[in-house]
């Protein structure tokens, strides 16, 4: 079955960097568009990033353009958020997500277009 498993998360004060990994496995990994996906208390689902099954394409969410970057390797099956320049804002627990839909082009997804995600990781920015 599909195992998704993030680390990396941590306490950063705000302006500082982290790389969260995840591995994944039991599905067809490198067929697959990947996603990263947040959730904060009261904010509820918000889809952050995604890229293609062969990475030659990403997507952000606009709150976090030009401050986190996702690569993937698909030769270890791991998926990573580089997270820069963090916010307050940014605290929420990370997960990452096997796409059920992929629209190769700039679209905010939603909880619907996600076969599975992550337990995640816990981000906290603040000083």
Do not use: H
């Amino acid at each position: 079955q599909v195992q998704l498993v993030e680390s990396g998360g941590g306490l950063v004060q705000p302006g500082g960097a982290l790389r969260l990994s995840c591995a994944a496995s039991g599905f067809s990994w490198s067929r697959m568009a990947m996603s990263w996906v947040r959730q904060a208390p009261g904010k509820g689902f918000e889809w952050v990033s995604t890229i293609s099954s062969v990475g030659g394409r990403t997507f952000y969410a606009d709150f976090v353009k030009g401050r986190f970057t996702i690569s993937r390797d698909n030769d270890k099956n791991i998926l990573y958020l580089q997270m820069n320049s963090l916010e307050p804002d940014d605290t929420a627990v990370y997960s990452c997500a096997l796409n059920r839909m992929y629209y190769g082009g700039p679209v905010t997804y939603t909880r619907e277009d996600f076969r599975s995600w992550g337990q995640g990781t816990q981000v906290t920015v603040s000083s």
